[in-house]
């Protein structure tokens, strides 16, 4: 793919994010970003959408490694048509790029004629007592909590963070606006969308926040919703989460 980018054709590969994380990581950073070729890099599978294959195939520590590479930008859409918004977006763009899709279908969080900006959150609602900040398959669940939220009478802004690498700092400094904020991802909780976000709020606006996501552990293998309800990403576990922070 770098080959081919280097004659100047746009090159995308598509593969298990599990082992381009893993085994192609140096080809990723040295022949794709190092040498800032044109290559878009689609990591299929990610996070634990391959069930009950365990921790040899699930991809849960990518994004920390991708964002850590200069020059590689990451994203991680959270349905169909964000997804070809987003694939449209990188066609345009001359830069090495990492994308994070899963296994099967997921519930539509836009409609067929959504834009992608590469570098720009999207604000999906407003809400003043505490920030729900997702990417990827996690934004239709913190959705649904904001909604639950609701019921209770606690206002919830939610924040699609697709672009995870640029990232949206100025998204972030208005979502810590509300004084608590809850980051939610399909990943590790070492590295990830937490870790991106609390690096910026640690450093320009310290307010309370909660990371949720996959434990720095061996994972429970089962089906997606199966971990999902595990760890507490689903839309109740979400909504428990931003009580706890609110304090």
């Known amino acids: 793919?770098?080959?081919?980018?280097?004659?100047?054709?746009?090159?995308?590969v598509c593969g298990p994010a599990s082992f381009y994380a893993t085994r192609a990581a140096e080809q990723i950073k040295v022949d794709v970003a190092y040498s800032h070729m044109n290559v878009k890099v689609i990591g299929v599978s990610g996070g634990v959408s391959y069930g009950a294959l365990g921790g040899t195939h699930h991809a849960v520590q990518d994004v920390a490694l991708m964002r850590a590479v200069p020059n590689l930008q990451v994203f991680l859409p959270a349905d169909a048509s964000q997804a070809a918004a987003l694939t449209r977006a990188l066609a345009a763009s001359p830069e090495p790029?990492?994308?994070?899709?899963?296994?099967?279908?997921?519930?539509d969080v836009y409609g067929p004629d959504v834009t992608f900006e590469i570098g720009r959150a999207v604000k999906l609602r407003p809400g003043k007592d505490v920030a729900l900040i997702a990417c990827g398959e996690m934004v239709y669940h913190?959705?649904?909590?904001?909604?639950?939220?609701?019921?209770?009478?606690?206002?919830a802004s939610v924040y699609d963070m697709a672009s995870i690498k640029p990232l949206d700092e100025a998204a972030i400094l208005e979502a810590a606006e509300t004084g608590a904020i809850v980051t939610v991802e399909e990943h590790s909780v070492k590295g990830g969308l937490g870790g991106a976000v609390a690096e910026v709020i640690c450093q320009k606006h310290p307010v309370r926040m909660r990371?949720?996501?996959?434990?720095?552990?061996?994972?429970?293998?089962?089906?997606?919703?199966?971990?999902?309800?595990?760890?507490?990403?689903?839309?109740?576990?979400?909504?428990?989460?931003?009580?706890?922070?609110?304090?």
């Open 1 to 12: 793919a770098a080959g081919l980018a280097s004659a100047g054709l746009i090159s995308c």
């Open 142 to 155: 913190a959705a649904e909590a904001a909604n639950l939220l609701a019921a209770a009478g606690i206002g």
């Open 211 to 247: 990371i949720l996501g996959l434990p720095d552990e061996p994972l429970y293998n089962g089906e997606s919703k199966d971990v999902f309800a595990h760890y507490g990403l689903t839309a109740e576990g979400i909504a428990k989460a931003a009580k706890e922070v609110i304090g």
């Open 97 to 107: 790029a990492y994308v994070r899709v899963g296994r099967g279908a997921v519930p």
